[in-house]
């Protein structure tokens, strides 16, 4: 679909140690396909056991999982607003991205220099949210300067906007960001018109040592009480037992040493799922003995725009959608058991697609 998390943060946070653990971590569910389209771009496959359990039970002759991209952006410092450092590139590939993934640093080495000469997650998380913030301020002047020169002309609705996008203004200089001013419906295009850095969704990612990736440290609880009003989630990482785990060759290799860590899985596995949730995406299954298979769609999708994602002569001829609910497959083993037992449902062009369904298009073309 297209859709893109990036991972930001200051220098030296374990930005890129983790994003080479997530090119990684395809080996980690099953051995998927796996490319990375440029040197900081990196196709990421979801983790799915639902895709596993009908793997098991249709046999097919091959497997393919859905996936999200993860950008690599470049370090930020003070001043990026202004174009200090890299800070140019570093705003401009996050306004590209769809939702932000955000890495701090809460562990102590003296051999891992902090550019700011301390280890201060709350302090490293305000410098990026500033910089994201002064750019938001600077683009909202611009379009209110535009939207009162629109107002000239006498249109009521100009003016209405020049109000809207005051209030907003005023929400951004008071050092909040743009996701948590609310919007109303009448203005939510506008809104996503603006392309605010500050609007995307964030995950923030506590990169830990070792010994606190379980239960965390002083630094992740300052942390999580800095953002306890931010509605976002946290996540505790040790990027440098993700690029261990990464380093070894097989599947089983691998899960000896995560069980041994005392995980029940890699960190990187809850990074790309809360990724996968955080993009508002849900994903459906086609299932044959040619191929089982994952698609992406946008939570909300009907059976046609869902069918579209296959091809798109199945949305423009879209007939009817047979589905059957992943739990009813698994009971009962078979399509043809499904089916026998009558839980197959023939949907419509007003059918919600849910998360999980199992799916089969009628067409005509």
């Not at 600077?138 to 003016?159: C, N, P, V, W, Y």
């Not at 996503?192 to 010994?211: G, H, I, R």
């Not at 790309?272 to 769609?297: C, D, P, Q």
Request: proline residues 3%; hydrophobic residues 40%.
């Amino acid at each position: 679909m297209g859709l893109q998390c990036g991972i930001v943060g200051l220098p030296n946070v374990g930005k890129s140690t983790l994003f080479n653990a997530l090119t990684s971590a395809k080996a980690l569910a099953a051995n998927y396909p796996f490319a990375t389209k440029e040197p900081n771009l990196g196709m990421i496959v979801v983790p799915d056991e639902r895709l596993d359990k009908l793997e098991e039970l249709v046999q097919p002759q091959r497997v393919l999982p859905t996936s999200v991209e993860i950008l690599d952006i470049a370090g930020l410092i003070k001043g990026a607003s202004k174009g200090e450092g890299l800070g140019n590139q570093f705003l401009a590939n996050i306004r590209e991205v769809d939702a932000i993934i955000h890495v701090v640093r809460c562990f102590e080495d003296d051999n891992v220099i902090h550019v700011d000469g301390s280890v201060d997650p709350v302090r490293d998380k305000e410098i990026i949210d500033l910089e994201l913030i002064f750019k938001d301020i600077d683009t909202m002047e611009k379009r209110i300067d535009k939207l009162k020169k629109q107002a000239k002309s006498g249109a009521k609705e100009d003016a209405i906007h020049v109000e809207w996008a005051g209030n907003l203004l005023k929400h951004l200089e008071s050092e909040k960001p743009a996701r948590s001013f609310e919007v109303d419906e009448a203005y939510e295009d506008l809104f996503k018109d603006l392309s605010l850095l500050t609007s995307k969704p964030v995950l923030y990612v506590c990169n830990v040592d070792e010994n606190a990736v379980t239960d965390g440290n002083e630094h992740t609880k300052r942390f999580a009480e800095a953002i306890k009003n931010e509605n976002a989630e946290v996540l505790l990482i040790c990027a440098g037992i993700e690029a261990e785990i990464a380093e070894l060759e097989s599947k089983e290799e691998r899960m000896e040493f995560i069980n041994a860590m005392g995980l029940t899985e890699p960190g990187v596995n809850k990074i790309i799922k809360a990724a996968y949730k955080l993009l508002n995406l849900s994903t459906y299954f086609t299932a044959g003995v040619k191929e089982v298979r994952a698609w992406t769609i946008k939570k909300g999708w009907k059976a046609p725009q869902a069918a579209g994602v296959i091809h798109t002569d199945f949305e423009k001829g879209f007939i009817r959608a047979e589905v059957i609910k992943y739990k009813d497959y698994i009971h009962y083993g078979t399509e043809a058991a499904v089916k026998e037992a009558g839980k197959m449902g023939v949907e419509g062009k007003e059918y919600v697609v849910e998360d999980g369904d199992i799916m089969h298009f009628r067409f005509n073309v």
